[in-house]
């Protein structure tokens, strides 16, 4: 529900509010980057042809979690617990958002401006600050300038506020932490009322790559994504969208060295590469992922299957594959080589809406393995591996009840398996799974 107020105009104040009632359906559409369109911004929002229109709108995330063990590592599923901690209460989420939209004198989208800041408990940051401008001469680009969603895949671009699980997969989480970043895209979509290429967008963005996990850019090294998606498409029983993406990025050395996975006897393991110099050269970042969204076209017993596939090569540290916000170093400030591991990883999301379009059912399954080189035992210090080479699995499932148009909660589960390996407190399966109770308050 977004409330828009209009400006001054011909020496008198009006002051809309409009209420739009959106059901949990029409609500789930909504990425972190919106892309208005002149049959979206008509169902959003009254504009003042003159001054534009602001609107708001929010969402708090209240939520319980119950951990197996005291100290769990749960940071893909809302953060860590304490060494001696295995429940807790916290703020997931609050978010507060301003959306500022200018139309031409015909009512096509000019100007577009967000701005989001996300409030915990544990303090208070932007997540959104851009601004968009489209061509309206030939109807068909528009650029995104700011701190903003990275075009790549499904589940990167679909806001926390809608998602049915509590948390995106291991696998988005780990290769493009915290989803925004600074930098351009260029989107190429023809806007114009009869255009046979209207459902089909072409992102192109770039962006430092660090995103909102770091201070700021520490290389100069840029990631370059291209996303080609196919927008919703409806057929007489269901209804089919999806894309594909890729990312060439990486990130520049400050050491002579670095370790890429080599085969000696027949055996993977991680090995020094020293055979040139590497000081300023690219510690690569390759990503090559598809994503395909059905649907039936019911609003009782709606079924939906969300999938999407990514693999490539990924540089992070020996100790973890993420995607480092600064540039590593040891306790001592002394700087740390880079790690390339050959990985891949998937999600698959269903979505079983009852006879009530209130209640829905949630199944969810996603991997993410960092080096696909190796597995279980064949896993071992003395192969250079460490837990960043680890495959996890993680199956959840839930329920969601939506109390009203402004209140809804999930009970969600998450059993996560990791290998059976020769790495220390990794020789099992680790006692990890999490138990989530979630509410969330939005307008």
Do not use: C
């Amino acid at each position: 529900m977004n409330f828009s107020l209009i400006s001054v105009k011909h020496n008198y104040l009006s002051i809309v509010i409009v209420l739009l009632l959106t059901s949990p359906q029409a609500f789930a559409q909504r990425t972190i980057n919106d892309v208005m369109d002149s049959t979206t911004v008509n169902h959003l929002l009254i504009i003042s042809k003159k001054y534009g229109s602001l609107s708001f709108s929010g969402y708090l995330q209240p939520q319980f979690q119950a951990a197996q063990t005291n100290g769990t590592q749960a940071e893909y599923q809302g953060g860590n617990f304490g060494e001696f901690t295995n429940n807790r209460f916290r703020l997931r989420r609050g978010r507060l958002r301003a959306d500022y939209m200018l139309l031409t004198d015909d009512g096509a989208p000019s100007t577009y401006f967000v701005l989001q800041f996300d409030g915990t408990e544990q303090g208070v940051a932007v997540r959104d600050f851009w601004g968009r401008y489209y061509e309206n001469e030939w109807k068909i680009l528009a650029v995104t300038l700011g701190l903003s969603g990275r075009p790549f895949g499904n589940e990167l671009q679909l806001s926390s506020s809608v998602r049915e699980a509590p948390e995106r997969g291991r696998m988005s989480q780990i290769l493009m932490k915290t989803e925004r970043d600074l930098g351009v895209t260029f989107t190429l979509n023809p806007r114009w009322k009869d255009a046979k290429l209207k459902n089909i967008s072409l992102d192109f963005g770039i962006y430092n790559g660090q995103g909102l996990a770091g201070p700021g850019e520490f290389d100069n090294s840029k990631d370059f994504i291209l996303r080609l998606s196919h927008k919703t498409y409806k057929f007489s029983k269901f209804s089919i969208a999806g894309g594909i993406s890729t990312l060439q990025g990486g990130l520049n050395h400050r050491l002579p060295v670095s370790y890429k996975m080599e085969k000696t006897n027949n055996l993977w393991h991680m090995a020094k590469d020293s055979s040139a110099m590497k000081i300023n050269k690219i510690a690569p970042r390759r990503y090559y992922g598809a994503d395909i969204q059905l649907a039936t076209n019911t609003e009782s017993w709606k079924s939906e299957l969300r999938a999407e596939v990514i693999s490539g090569l990924q540089t992070g540290t020996s100790t973890t594959s993420t995607t480092p916000g600064s540039y590593p170093v040891d306790n001592n400030s002394i700087a740390l080589p880079y790690y390339t591991r050959p990985f891949n990883g998937a999600y698959f999301t269903f979505v079983q809406t009852l006879n009530s379009t209130s209640n829905q059912l949630i199944f969810k399954y996603d991997w993410y393995d960092p080096n696909n080189k190796v597995k279980g035992s064949d896993i071992s210090s003395n192969a250079g591996l460490s837990p960043a080479d680890i495959r996890f699995d993680t199956f959840g499932f839930g329920f969601l009840h939506h109390f009203n148009m402004h209140f809804k909660a999930v009970l969600y589960y998450d059993i996560i398996k990791n290998e059976s390996t020769q790495i220390s407190e990794y020789t099992s399966d680790r006692k990890d799974n999490v138990f989530t109770l979630r509410t969330q308050f939005y307008f």
